[in-house]
T-cell receptor, first 114, second 112 residues
Framework: DGGITQSPKYLFRKEGQNVTLSCEQN?????MYWYRQDPGQGLRLIYY???????QKGDIAEGYSVSREKKESFPLTVTSAQKNPTAFYLC?????????????FGQGTRLTVV | DQQVKQNSPSLSVQEGRISILNCDYT??????FLWYKKYPAEGPTFLIS?????DKNEDGRFTVFLNKSAKHLSLHIVPSQPGDSAVYFC???????????FGKGTRLSVIA
């Protein structure tokens, strides 16, 4: 069954800790993205990767880091520098052809700072 | 500056009637548009999409209309069902694997 798997579903972080959110896809998509959702804010782009070993900052990259060592995996680290990390995080993968675009999301990770 | 706008934060519709969700965009480089449905605490699920070379795409109860000259698209749901109650996001894509650009969403409530 093809899809995107995010883990964990719920994550609690203490102040000053780094945490890493996992995202794995078996859709063979080149591009992967991380979005953050806050109430009333829609989906805001944190980081994206269009190809293995390459990634770009999105609109709200400060306090986050990523890696893309494998096509299937795009983990997101929320560092202690992120001042307001409590949010719902969504990972997506994306593929475009000349005639079609498809993008699928994982089920999300709810991160709470305690 | 928002490139994709969903100007109605919420919409209420009676069960069995038509729901029309609207989306406007500013960037004429967008050539593919997608609609997603999202329940609380879940990832968005893909609903329907349309290429800029078309003006309509239909899939069951869902139809998307694209008016390129007005830079406007709309999602029609007929007939609306209580299970359609969710937040709907409009997204736009450039060619290549550049990130999708999302609107802020419209919360649809279908009242039985």
């Amino acid at each position: 069954d093809g899809g995107i798997t995010q883990s964990p579903k719920y994550l609690f972080r203490k102040e000053g800790q780094n945490v890493t959110l996992s995202c794995e896809q078996n859709l063979n998509h080149d591009a992967m993205y991380w979005y953050r959702q806050d109430p009333g804010q829609g989906l805001r782009l944190i980081y994206y990767s269009q190809i293995v070993n390459d990634f770009q900052k999105g609109d709200i990259a400060e306090g986050y880091s990523v890696s893309r060592e494998k096509k299937e995996s795009f983990p997101l680290t929320v560092t202690s520098a992120q001042k307001n990390p409590t949010a719902f995080y969504l990972c997506a993968s994306h593929a475009r052809t000349a005639l079609k675009a498809e993008a699928f999301f994982g089920q999300g990770t709810r991160l709470t700072v305690v | 500056d928002q490139q994709v706008k969903q100007n109605s934060p919420s919409l209420s519709v009676q069960e069995g009637r038509i729901s029309i969700l609207n989306c406007d965009y500013t960037n004429s480089m967008f050539d593919y548009f997608l609609w997603y449905k999202k329940y609380p605490a879940e990832g968005p699920t893909f609903l329907i999409s349309i290429s800029s070379i078309k003006d309509k795409n239909e899939d069951g109860r869902f139809t998307v209309f694209l008016n390129k000259s007005a830079k406007h698209l709309s999602l029609h749901i007929v007939p609306s069902q209580p299970g359609d109650s969710a937040v709907y996001f409009c997204a736009a894509s450039y060619s290549g694997n550049t990130p999708l650009v999302f609107g802020k969403g419209t919360r649809l409530s279908v009242i039985a």
